[in-house]
């Protein structure tokens, strides 16, 4: 069951690069920078959901939090908020706070650090994802978000979701280099 998994997570990873290159490319709110958007935010649930699946689970649950809620605010009109921001408040905090405890116990020695992932990343992770949640308390505490700051915030949710795809990728330079050795990440 493993494989076909990770083939679906390589497609969507593959898939998400295109497509969020494409969408910085088109012109903003042009109906081609749209639909490569919302090509990139499905290929980014693929990606995420299959990372999550594969045992990469805060990586993948990182990337879902950030790219869903930054699509839903350039989908939602200024000043909206729903129940679902508070939902993603409470994702983003039992996201971000287990990663970042993982790498304080992984700096002050009480747990070994994991083979191949640097401790740095871990901690840069985990405080971006705490770094949105923030912004998820400021934009429900301000009734939504509008005007320049509506922007930015979808602007670099997508954004980080795009560089943790890249990331991602070139983190495989084995399986780049040999495609032959994809049978040793099953």
């Not at 649930?45 to 999550?52: I, K, R, V, Y």
């Not at 879902?64 to 989908?75: E, K, M």
């Not at 795009?162 to 990728?169: R, V």
């Not at 084995?174 to 032959?180: D, L, S, T």
Request: with cysteine; net charge positive; proline share 4%.
């Amino acid at each position: 069951m493993r494989l076909p998994i990770l083939v679906i997570h390589i497609c969507g990873g593959v898939v998400g690069l295109l497509s969020g290159v494409a969408a910085i490319s088109f012109r903003k709110g042009s109906p081609r920078h749209r639909m490569a958007g919302n090509i990139f935010f499905i290929s980014m649930l693929t990606m995420a959901s299959t990372a999550a699946l594969l045992g990469n689970v805060f990586g993948g649950a990182s990337a879902l939090y950030l790219v869903t809620t930054g699509w839903l605010t350039a989908r939602r009109r200024e000043g909206e908020t729903t129940i679902f921001d508070w939902g993603a408040l409470l994702f983003g905090l039992v996201v971000g706070v287990p990663i970042v405890t993982d790498g304080l116990r992984i700096v002050s020695g009480s747990i070994p650090p994991k083979p191949g992932v640097p401790v740095g990343m871990i901690l840069f992770l985990g405080s971006v994802v705490l770094l949105a949640a923030a912004g998820d308390v400021r934009m429900l505490v301000r009734g939504g978000v509008f005007g320049r700051q509506r922007i930015s915030r979808h602007l670099w949710r997508m954004c980080f979701g795009l560089f943790i795809a890249t990331g991602s990728f070139l983190a495989q330079r084995r399986v780049i280099a040999n495609p032959g050795s994809l049978h040793k990440c099953i």
